[in-house]
T-cell receptor, first 112, second 115 residues
Framework: GEDVEQSLFLSVREGDSSVINCTYT??????LYWYKQEPGAGLQLLTY?????DMKQDQRLTVLLNKKDKHLSLRIADTQTGDSAIYFC????????????FGAGTRLAVHP | DAGVTQSPTHLIKTRGQHVTLRCSPI?????VSWYQQVLGQGPQFIFQ???????GRGNFPDRFSARQFPNYSSELNVNALLLGDSALYLC??????????????FGPGTRLTVL
């Protein structure tokens, strides 16, 4: 089946690291994505990882993939107030077209 | 380069009416996908079009239809609107349909309210 789950809320202090977790069910997923959505806006692609990778780093963002446990995480180093948003994990099931399956999103709140 | 554009930004309709939403992809992108995002939830896949052909359809009723034009822009049509169709409708474009280069870039969305 196709299902993506995320915790709904995360609160961190400015300057700390944030870790947002996601689990997915489709083991055939080829790509896994992280998107950011600010209030009233569309989705911004942050980063993605191919299913044969364990880790990907992109500036302050680190993505870890545990394919055995179907667990994906996004670590944001030195979290800033501008990082406050909803973060969506998404998978692309193997099937030859661009259907993205999204989680419900994790709301990240950054406080001073 | 301009990103994905959508029009209108906001729309208010009444039950039973129909609506047409428009999307222009990033220049050079041939694939357009549509998603529905109900408040408090993640986006749900509606359609994907590539080279003017439907390549994927989500679990939505036949009241929802779409098409893609020769310039790769797209329209989403919804007939016989229901209150539950109130949502943010997102369009995404990508260069390909799979493999490297299929990252999807989203537009700002059209907020549809059905009264």
């Amino acid at each position: 089946g196709e299902d993506v789950e995320q915790s709904l809320f995360l609160s961190v202090r400015e300057g700390d690291s944030s870790v947002i977790n996601c689990t997915y069910t489709d083991s055939s997923s080829t790509y896994l994505y992280w998107y950011k959505q600010e209030p009233g806006a569309g989705l911004q692609l942050l980063t993605y990882i191919f299913s044969n990778m364990d880790m990907k780093q992109d500036q302050r963002l680190t993505v870890l993939l545990n394919k055995k446990d179907k667990h994906l995480s996004l670590r944001i180093a030195d979290t800033q107030t501008g990082d406050s948003a909803i973060y969506f994990c998404a998978e692309t099931p193997k099937g030859g077209y661009n259907k993205l399956i999204f989680g419900a999103g994790t709301r990240l709140a950054v406080h001073p | 380069d301009a990103g994905v554009t959508q029009s209108p930004t906001h729309l208010i309709k009444t039950r039973g009416q129909h609506v047409t939403l428009r999307c222009s992809p990033i220049s050079g992108h041939k694939s357009v996908s549509w998603y529905q995002q109900v408040l408090g939830q993640g986006p749900q896949f509606i359609f994907q079009y590539y080279e003017k052909e439907e390549r994927g359809r989500g679990n939505f009723p036949d009241r929802f239809s779409a098409r893609q034009f020769p310039n790769y822009s797209s329209e989403l049509n919804v007939n016989a609107l229901l209150l539950g169709d109130s949502a943010l409708y997102l369009c995404a474009s990508s260069h390909r349909t799979s493999g490297r280069g299929n990252e999807q870039f989203f537009g700002p969305g059209t907020r549809l309210t059905v009264l």
